[in-house]
């Protein structure tokens, strides 16, 4: 195993945390051969580089709070980009409270109902703008109908 390698994969997971299957890719971009790959992946597992459960628990924090994605969108990226089983992904989603979740999407639609009033008098129009923006942000369908009732739009 090259140590320039190795050290190079551990500053690459020191900088932000990583899935295994991203780790993996990356170090079959690095040309190394599977025994290679499982025996890095078995050092950082074990210096803590590589830890799946911080990985999840960060990146639902992350997307959550600061690019505003709904749960939906959340699970999709992990299970279709990182290749993370859906029961761990479960298992941080409940962290985030269904009060903390509501609130977030009704700053959300607020903020986009402000924009799009500018520009759109129809009220149908309006709500199905808002709707259609909040399923790409992730959320589901029951959620942004109850948040657009309390809001009354």
């Given at each position: 195993m090259d140590d320039k390698i190795l050290y190079s994969i551990m500053r690459w997971c020191a900088y932000q945390d990583r899935s295994e299957f991203e780790t993996r890719q990356k170090l079959k971009s690095l040309e190394l051969?599977?025994?290679?790959?499982?025996?890095?992946?078995?050092?950082?597992?074990?210096e803590n580089y590589l830890?799946?459960?911080?990985?999840?628990?960060?990146?639902?924090?992350?997307?959550?709070?600061?690019?505003?994605?709904?749960?939906?969108?959340?699970?999709?990226?992990?299970?279709?980009?990182?290749?993370?089983?859906?029961?761990?992904i479960n298992q941080y989603a409940q962290m985030i409270s269904k009060e903390e979740y509501l609130q977030k999407l009704k700053d959300l639609v607020i903020k986009k109902k402000q924009q799009l009033e500018k520009?759109?008098?129809?009220?149908?129009?309006?709500?199905?703008?808002?709707?259609?923006?909040?399923l790409s942000k992730g959320y589901d369908y029951s959620s942004i109908i109850e948040v657009i009732n309390q809001l009354k739009i």
């Open positions: 051969n599977d025994d290679e790959i499982n025996e890095i992946i078995e050092l950082l597992k074990n830890n799946e459960e911080r990985f999840v628990k960060n990146f639902i924090y992350g997307k959550f709070n600061n690019k505003k994605w709904g749960l939906e969108k959340i699970k999709h990226h992990l299970i279709q980009k990182h290749r993370i089983a859906e029961s761990l520009k759109e008098s129809d009220r149908i129009i309006l709500k199905k703008k808002i709707i259609n923006f909040a």
